[in-house]
Nanobody
Framework: QVHLVESGGGLVQAGASLRLSCAAS????????LGWFRQAPGKEREFVAA????????YYGDSAKGRFTISRDNAVNTVYLQMNSLEPEDTAVYYC???????????????????WGQGTQVTVSS
């Protein structure tokens, strides 16, 4: 069982940066793959980024490439999402998610993740 709690969201102007954090409980955090997704009102949940247990393999959605960076610190059971050059289109609730990393997986699909946080709101004004 993994309990996830996101933080770091807020209201910023276009061009600003934010770093989201997701703190996880559980002794087996290092064995999980972790993802960030977002959902804007009236839209489907969208893949943002994912990182595997090895801390090296990362994946990004098209909207995140070149602007966002996912990282994790297994020593403190936390995954991060550094977001730069934010745009109004980035406004959404951002969720972190976890699934045990036992091999190949479709990290871009929200269906494969077993555990979810409650989300943190990011609002970017123009």
């Amino acid at each position: 069982q993994v309990h996830l709690v996101e933080s770091g969201g807020g209201l910023v102007q276009a061009g600003a940066s934010l770093r989201l954090s997701c703190a996880a409980s559980g002794r087996t955090f290092s064995s999980y793959g972790l993802g960030w997704f977002r959902q804007a009102p009236g839209k489907e949940r969208e893949f943002v980024a994912a990182i595997r247990r090895n801390e090296v393999d990362t994946y990004y959605g098209d909207s995140a490439k070149g602007r966002f960076t996912i990282s994790r610190d297994n020593a403190v059971n936390t995954v991060y999402l550094q977001m730069n050059s934010l745009e109004p289109e980035d406004t959404a609730v951002y969720y972190c998610a976890a699934v045990e990393d036992i091999g190949f997986n479709n990290w871009r699909s929200h269906y494969v993740y077993d555990y979810w946080g409650q989300g943190t709101q990011v609002t970017v004004s123009s």
